[in-house]
């Protein structure tokens, strides 16, 4: 295309977006020497092709034009809640259709208000929201009122009555913070919450301007911090209940909580409250919080550490069952109970009981040196009851678990049989139990046949309670039921490789076997079975 040419479209508005914008990559500078130089060295001013001033004057209208979409596409992406408006997915089409059709559109018809038809309900008022995308303050007001306004489903119905209201009730409230100290806190909180940047919200604030002053702006940062110290203190007063902290009627936590929940506060009170809420916690640091906000969570973790605070636990990762893939409690689980509770000790001493700030210190000192004691205490919490089984089991282990291992050994059968709904191999144990009165059959799945060895392997290990009257059973027992328990799972794999082949043997399935000799040939039978197939 020629200089002249390309000229001719930018004066007369009819080139295409997508190649003005490339063009206006440039310097304005730039474009006009490209322009001039099209101009013989005899010219005289109004030779010039296109003047400076019309190459800002164009740049500016393309720039509106970029603005004009991201106004739309914001205000309907940010005040047009897709859950509630059913019509708002039709405007943010046409937006990017816009978007992506500039090389088919002319700067002379984007200037034209039938260009903007679709949207001619929201121009205005997506204009005016445009300022205050960022503003938490005024997002807070908004959010109130479109979730109470039933009515507003419509992106008309949000541009021309929800949001005029919402302008309404924010110019209301920059209004009332001229007298800001008069203002109770219940008033003014809801629509500080969350706000992270109260300077930012201020400025915003038309009124404010000329008025705005530090003592107000430490007031309104304290007061968007008000739910969280809130959060924060409820969790230390159930800490500080869980571990019996030392107490005072009326200490400064239960007045900081009356405080924070009273609504009829002002805001002129807040940031001497703050001051003294800042002495009382001054030995809590960031990461401390976030354990007490870990342990607050754990009551039930820390009542079962309570009852065990005086028993060596050491060898208690010995119960967890090295060779099974489903067991609840994993090893690393156990290692982190028995650390959680070595560090937490001090705390759970019945003849120690510091104050809160002395506790909150020591939390601190604590997190410093074991930076990961939150993640394992939310650990140990989401587990703590499989824990506090797996602790039960063995801690109680005696005469029961030892007799049901030697009937396993001596008189029980393992009956392999087909799973007709997962088309794979189960298997139960079954033996009778006899005592002078009576006698019961006694069945076991897997997963219970897996507990009970896991149970076995622990007699042998060392003790984990101050109970030292169990006595052992003999080595060959145990380690033949071991060995039994692990065929069985063998034997279980091969037959269920051979049921999903479809070996004919095996469509309808039931053996039962009794002793190892006998478990450990029919698994050399399976094993060529499997080969031959």
Sequence with gaps: MSINKLGELLREKTIDMQLLQQLLDFSDERLFQHFDAAVSEKKAIVDVIVSQDEIEEIRKLCGNFQLQLDILFKFYNEFCPISQVTDVDDYIQDVKKHMASSNKVMLREVLSQDYWAFHEKTLFISRRCYKYIQSRFFRNIFERYVQEDTAATKVEYIAQRLMPEVFKKYDTYCEQ???????????????????????????????????????????????????????????????????????????????????????????????????????????????????????????????????????????????????????????????????????????????????????????????????????????????????????????????????????????????????????????????????????????????????????????????????????????????????????AQEIIKVVSVLMQLGHFDYRKFEYELMGTDRMKDYLKFLKNELKNW
């Design 177 to 487: 913070f001229k007298e800001w100290e008069k203002l109770k806190c219940s008033d003014a909180s809801l629509f500080w919450n969350n706000v992270t940047d109260v300077n930012a919200e201020l400025d915003l604030m038309e009124v404010y301007k000329e008025h705005k002053n530090q003592k107000l702006i430490q007031t309104l940062d304290h007061l968007s911090k008000i739910s969280l110290w809130t959060k924060r203190l409820v969790e230390l007063e159930k800490v500080v209940n869980l571990f019996k902290i030392l107490r005072s009627e009326n200490d400064w936590l239960n007045k900081s909580l009356e405080f924070l929940k009273d609504n009829s506060k002002k805001l002129s009170q807040v940031n001497s409250f703050f001051n003294c809420l800042n002495n009382n916690i001054s030995n809590a640091n960031q990461e401390c919080w976030k354990l007490i906000k870990e342990l607050s969570n754990a009551d039930g973790f820390i009542s079962f550490l309570e009852e065990i605070v005086e028993h060596d636990i050491k060898n208690l990762i010995n119960g967890v069952d090295d060779h099974s893939d489903e067991r609840l409690v994993q090893e690393d689980t156990v290692s982190s109970l028995i650390q959680v509770k070595q560090i937490l000790l001090p705390f759970m001493n019945k003849n120690k009981r510091d104050d809160i700030a002395s506790f909150l210190a020591s939390l601190s000192n604590i997190i410093k040196k074991n930076p990961t004691l939150g993640e394992k205490i939310a650990l140990c919490n989401s587990c703590h009851m499989a824990l506090r089984n797996i602790y039960k089991n063995i801690s109680d282990r005696g005469e029961v678990t030892k007799e049901k291992i030697k009937n396993a050994v001596l008189n029980g059968s393992y009956t392999f049989g087909r799973d007709e709904k997962e088309d794979k191999c189960l298997v139960l144990l079954k033996y009778t139990s006899r005592t002078s009165k009576s006698e019961m059959l006694m069945t076991y799945n897997m997963n219970e046949i897996l507990d009970l060895r896991g149970r076995a392997l622990l007699i042998a290990k060392p003790k984990i309670s101050v109970n030292d009257k169990d006595e052992e059973i003999s080595k060959n027992i145990l380690n033949e039921f071991t060995v039994q328990v692990d065929i």
